[in-house]
Each structure stands twice: as structure tokens, then as C-alpha cells.
């Protein structure tokens, strides 16, 4: 089974940043898509980021995260980045990293996920 781990969440103040990252392991090929979800408390898992395989990754955001974060990928050692900038309170979040080896598209939905990590909690005070 694919193992995911997320690293790099915290406290912050708004307006700062962070970078979350995630790296899977346990498998020896590489996903074709990993991305990031967000769950705040009493709310739905909701997509924020992914980063899918091509020429250069293609890259899908939210609209409430557009221009703010940026996802990225090293595909070679299946590591997915979220750089996180100009954090506001409603970003404040447990953040999930997800992947998939199958082809999966839109890749935007939770159901196009196949492995999960354990979150890592974001908390962004105003």
C-alpha cells in the first residue's frame, strides 16, 4: 500500500506563509496525479491543488486559492509541494495529501483519489 506523509503545517499569523509537503512511499512507480485537500472543522474535505503528469505538470487550484498557493511536484521521488502564501484565517485547515496511479481525471474530486495521508494541521490566526 502507498503510504503519504504531510510535514510543514503550523501556526501562522495572516498574511504569512508556509509550504506543506507530502511524500509518498511504498510502491515504486510514480503517481499520475497528487494534489491537496482541506477539511476545517464541521466542514467537507474540499480540493485546493493538484498537479497532474504530462509535458510539465498541469496544474488545477480552487477558486479560493488561486494566485495564493502553488503546487508542484518532484515526480522522481513522488514529493508534492504546496507553497502557501498570504494564509487568512479561512485558510485554517487540516490538509490532506492525496495520490493516484490511475488515470483519473478531473482529479479534482475526492473519488479520484486512491491514497490518502494522515493531515497535517494549518491554523492561521488573524
Known amino acids: 500500500q502507498v503510504q503519504l506523509v504531510e510535514s510543514g503545517g503550523g501556526l501562522v499569523q495572516a498574511g504569512d506563509s508556509l509550504r506543506l509537503s507530502c511524500a509518498a512511499s511504498?510502491?515504486?512507480?510514480?503517481?499520475?496525479?497528487m494534489g491537496w485537500f482541506r477539511q476545517a472543522p464541521g466542514k467537507e474535505r474540499k480540493f485546493v491543488a493538484a498537479?497532474?503528469?504530462?509535458?510539465?505538470?498541469?496544474?488545477y487550484y480552487a477558486d479560493s486559492v488561486k494566485g495564493r498557493f502553488t503546487i508542484s511536484r518532484d515526480n522522481a521521488k513522488n514529493i508534492v509541494y504546496l507553497q502557501m502564501n498570504s494564509l487568512k484565517p479561512e485558510d485554517t485547515a487540516v490538509y490532506y495529501c492525496?495520490?493516484?496511479?490511475?488515470?483519473?481525471?478531473?482529479?479534482?474530486?475526492?473519488?479520484?483519489?486512491?491514497?490518502w495521508g494522515q493531515g497535517t494541521q494549518v491554523t492561521v490566526s488573524s
Open positions: 492525496t495520490a493516484v496511479a490511475r488515470r483519473a481525471p478531473p482529479f479534482t474530486r475526492i473519488s479520484d483519489y486512491d491514497y
Open positions: 511504498g510502491r515504486t512507480f510514480s503517481m499520475s496525479a
Open positions: 498537479a497532474v503528469n504530462g509535458r510539465g505538470d498541469i496544474t
